[in-house]
């Protein structure tokens, strides 16, 4: 607080939902359940939802048995860095970053326009797709960094003229950082178990250290 990144620390879950008139979902991809259901019993009808997630599928499946899907637009802003904490905040973070929405068929326009426009705020460049498109380029990206698989995947094999543009585009609008960031973060939530497996392992490091 005392480097003014946070204006105001509140209890619980549910006093954010109370007086809040957008919940930003921040949490790892195994745990947007929780969230959701965390502040359920206190959103607004029109408190609108949106989340940070990496892939869109597993959180959405989370998010909607919580909270429905008329309010809630799911987002992938494409941006970050390899450190964490406070003393890594940028006010410029997404600055000119790609922010890409997965709002579902039942979603309110109202809520989508929104919920674009608040991303839009923070400087990044909005751009809009299925949650399936966005989960299966994120996949190709990952699997075609890896330079032995590319597009072997039959599914994608039929989708790849689609993908093949979008991901283009995408891929235009990535910095180096944000492209391996990208890359990281579906490689991470395709595989929670190894990862988390995988903080455990060097926190027992750590601390027998």
Request: charged letters at 30%; aromatic letters at 4%.
């Amino acid at each position: 607080m005392a480097r003014q990144g946070i204006a105001e620390i509140l209890g619980s879950p549910g006093e954010v939902a109370r007086v809040s008139d957008l919940v930003v979902l921040c949490v790892p991809v195994d745990r947007f359940s929780d969230a959701a259901k965390a502040i359920a019993p206190d959103l607004g009808e029109r408190t609108l939802v949106t989340d940070v997630g990496s892939v869109k599928g597993a959180v959405i499946d989370q998010v909607v048995l919580h909270i429905g899907k008329t309010r809630f637009v799911p987002a992938h802003p494409i941006a970050g860095r390899e450190t964490s904490g406070p003393e890594s905040g940028d006010a410029g973070l997404f600055q000119d970053a790609p922010c890409v929405l997965t709002p579902l068929p039942e979603a309110e326009a109202d809520a989508v326009d929104e919920v674009r426009a608040f991303w839009e705020s923070l400087g990044t460049r909005v751009r809009t797709l299925t949650p399936e498109q966005h989960d299966r380029i994120g996949r190709i990206l990952h699997d075609s960094n890896q330079r032995t698989k590319p597009y072997w995947d039959p599914v994608a094999a039929k989708m790849k003229d689609e993908v093949r543009t979008v991901t283009a585009q995408i891929r235009a609008e990535l910095t180096p950082d944000q492209s391996a960031k990208f890359d990281a973060e579906i490689k991470s939530a395709r595989n929670p178990k190894k990862t988390d497996d995988a903080r455990k392992e060097k926190k027992s490091g750590s601390t027998n250290a």
